[in-house]
Nanobody, 117 residues
Framework: QVQLVESGGGLVQPGGSLRLSCAAS????????MGWYRQAPGKQRELVAD???????NSADSVKGRFTISRDNTKNTVYLQMNSLKPDDTAIYYC???????????WGKGTLVTVSS
């Protein structure tokens, strides 16, 4: 079993920055992929970015050049550095761990990011 705990959400003005963190506890496997999804009001949950243990990343076109995902495997923690935030980035951000060997997804409870002046 894996538990994911997010932190770092909050209210920020347009153009500002935030850094989200997600710490995983439990047994970790080498092929686990960690990432961030978000869900805005009235919209489906969507992938923001994910990262493998070797550092390969994948991100949505809407955040490329603004958001950076990183991972510290020694701490089982994934980060999302969000710069140049826009009102459209307002959403609940969920940490995700995809256990490739079992095709099981684990989710955090989410952290709210609000971009508003």
């Amino acid at each position: 079993q894996v538990q994911l705990v997010e932190s770092g959400g909050g209210l920020v003005q347009p153009g500002g920055s935030l850094r989200l963190s997600c710490a995983a506890s439990g047994i970790m496997f080498r092929n686990d992929v960690m990432g961030w999804y978000r869900q805005a009001p009235g919209k489906q949950r969507e992938l923001v970015a994910d990262i493998t243990t070797s550092g390969m990343t994948n991100s949505a076109d809407s955040v490329k050049g603004r958001f950076t995902i990183s991972r510290d495997n020694t701490k089982n923690t994934v980060y999302l550095q969000m710069n140049s935030l826009k009102p459209d980035d307002t959403a609940i951000y969920y940490c995700n761990l995809w256990r490739v060997i079992t095709s099981v997804n684990y989710w955090g409870k989410g952290t709210l990011v609000t971009v508003s002046s």
